[in-house]
């Protein structure tokens, strides 16, 4: 069964230009989250969709950062304009309703690197 | 806020020691998680507690769960290069939005052969 899938899974981008991450969630999951990783703040939740609604988006930094989940197999993390200081790992995470309600399963993440 | 302190921050010890990291909070929280994270991958959950004094073992993992369910411990009997890794709690809390994770920074484990 295959995992979430976070793609790309390295990105290099100048300051200024639009950035967009995508992931798609394990089949079947109805939570789907996004993280920000980094040593300073270690992993932060940027924002949590529930059956394809965002529930809670009160980590997203601020306006230059989106995101949207127009399915249940697919959602898109956006930053534009991108700045330096968006360098990050950024993790998509699923997770099954109301089975297991807080076991959540992360993709391998999404190396950003602004310059 | 709810805030999850993990101690020590870094820590580097030889095949065979075994060691003990913390997570500590002024937050009581309804379970907690820990997981562990391989450089260029996400973290992959070990265990969950949930019980106040909870005590969970996964072969030489010891996991346990603080009486006022604020604080855990992970402790690794006889480490091995393969324990290496970032450690992370991370605690559900009562009120949160549907069960969300608050995660500490984590501990930084190496085991050198």
């Known amino acids: 069964d295959a995992g979430v899938i976070q793609s790309p899974r390295h990105e290099v981008t100048e300051m200024g230009q639009e950035v967009t991450l995508r992931c798609k969630p394990i089949?079947?999951?109805?939570?789907l989250f996004w993280y920000r990783q980094t040593m300073m703040r270690g992993l932060e939740l940027l924002i949590y969709?529930?059956?394809?609604?965002?529930?809670?988006d009160s980590g997203m930094p601020e306006d230059r950062f989106s995101a949207k989940m127009p399915n249940a197999s697919f959602s898109t993390l956006k930053i534009q304009p991108s700045e330096p200081r968006d360098s990050a790992v950024y993790f998509c995470a699923s997770r099954m309703d109301p089975l297991n309600q807080e076991t959540q399963y992360f993709g391998p993440g999404t190396r950003l690197l602004v310059l | 806020t709810q805030l999850l302190e993990q101690s020590p921050q870094f820590l580097s010890i030889q095949e065979g020691e075994n060691l003990t990291v913390y997570c500590n909070s002024s937050?009581?929280?309804?379970?907690l998680q820990w997981y562990r994270q391989e450089p260029g991958e996400g973290p992959v959950l070990l265990v969950t507690?949930?019980?106040?004094?909870e005590v969970k073992k996964l072969k030489r993992l010891t996991f346990q769960f603080g009486d006022a369910r604020k604080d855990s411990s992970l402790h690794i009997t006889a480490a091995q290069p393969g324990d290496t890794g970032l450690y992370l709690c991370a605690g559900a809390y009562y009120g949160g939005s549907q069960g969300n994770l608050i995660f500490g920074k984590g501990t930084k484990l190496s085991v050198k052969p």
């Open positions: 507690v949930v019980t106040g004094g």
């Open positions: 969709f529930n059956n394809n609604v965002p529930i809670d």
């Open positions: 089949s079947g999951h109805n939570s």
């Open positions: 937050s009581v929280f309804s379970s």
